[in-house]
């Protein structure tokens, strides 16, 4: 009976550990369990040691090239400290992913995960569940795929796609491609020169500074152009267009679409954005829902002719224009 209780102690301890290994063409290999697991890859002089959950294992660092860690079941949360090139897959689970600061590949599976790129030009992946993305430094590419997601660039000129779900994404420093896609998401260009694509779903695109291009394409959107010399098009739908500082270009596209020249202390109010766009979208005259504009921001509006015109507009105070189809505007 001794000896049979001391068996099963061990095989259970066996269990509730990673595996660690180092192939023969220099692949740290981490394998997890159906637990949370624990894992820190760091580098100490002519060393690199992996600590999982407990149990520490040491390599010659000439020796590994590469480190890849497959987390199976549970939250788990893995660190690389190394500037050693590394993938890091967490599958099921609510896992943290934390890149090093050499190129890494983070890839979250199921569950809502935590991915941070570090240093270097990353890839990282949310998949499956309500992820949040962080590039860190470097020309970093993140998705989010499935679900509600959080994305956020850093520096370097990073490209940001939120796919299915109502998305969350800031580009940070550098010149960035942000795209929404499906959803109502809310886009963030801020530093930088960026690129801002909403989709479908009815979007709130902010470029701030830099002199940027934003697209709402289908859907009712907000636009926001910030500083800078930007492009505003509208597209499909009935959008709010507000050109901010700077010599901007605005398109509405098809559908009645409302414009906003120069820059009032409610730009970056989006609670206030979001009730001027509610009054724009709901199912009532144009008349009656510019009256409404103008009673809710006290402010004057001029309509185009019907035709496909070129709106100029040379002056610092706040104008309104109420456009239909193909008409363009430029404020200068």
Request: proline share 0%; hydrophobic share 30%.
């Amino acid at each position: 009976m001794f000896r049979n209780l001391q068996f099963q102690s061990l095989e259970q301890k066996q269990l509730l550990a990673a595996d660690v290994s180092l192939s023969d063409d220099g692949q740290l290999q981490i394998i997890g369990d159906q637990t949370a697991n624990v894992v820190v890859v760091a580098r100490s002089g002519a060393q690199v040691s992996v600590s999982a959950d407990g149990q520490t294992s040491s390599f010659a660092a000439n020796a590994v090239k590469s480190v890849r860690f497959n987390g199976l079941d549970g939250d788990d949360h893995f660190t690389n400290r190394t500037d050693i090139a590394s993938v890091l897959m967490g599958n099921d689970g609510n896992d943290t992913l934390i890149g090093g600061g050499g190129v890494d590949d983070l890839r979250g599976g199921n569950g809502d995960d935590v991915l941070l790129g570090g240093g270097g030009n990353d890839q990282l992946h949310g998949d499956y569940g309500n992820d949040r993305l962080s590039g860190g430094s470097g020309d970093d590419e993140l998705f989010g795929w499935y679900g509600d997601d959080h994305l956020e660039g850093g520096d370097g000129d990073d490209y940001l796609s939120g796919y299915l779900g109502d998305d969350t994404i800031e580009g940070g420093d550098g010149d960035d491609t942000i795209k929404g896609h499906e959803g109502a998401d809310w886009l963030f260009g801020q530093s930088g020169n960026d690129k801002i694509y909403g989709w479908t779903g009815d979007d709130v695109i902010d470029g701030g500074s830099g002199d940027d291009y934003l697209s709402g394409w289908s859907g009712n959107d907000i636009l926001l152009g910030g500083s800078g010399d930007d492009v505003l098009r509208g597209h499909a739908g009935r959008d709010l267009l507000i050109g901010g500082k700077g010599s901007d270009s605005l398109e509405g596209g098809t559908g009645e679409d409302f414009v906003i020249t120069g820059w009032t202390k409610d730009d970056a109010d989006y609670a206030t954005l979001d009730r001027v766009l509610g009054i724009w979208e709901a199912n009532d005259s144009v008349d009656t829902r510019v009256n409404q504009l103008l009673d809710f921001i006290n402010r004057r509006v001029r309509y185009n002719d019907g035709k496909a015109d070129e709106m100029i507009d040379n002056r610092d105070e706040l104008d309104l224009f109420v456009l239909d189809h193909k008409d363009s505007f430029i404020d200068g």
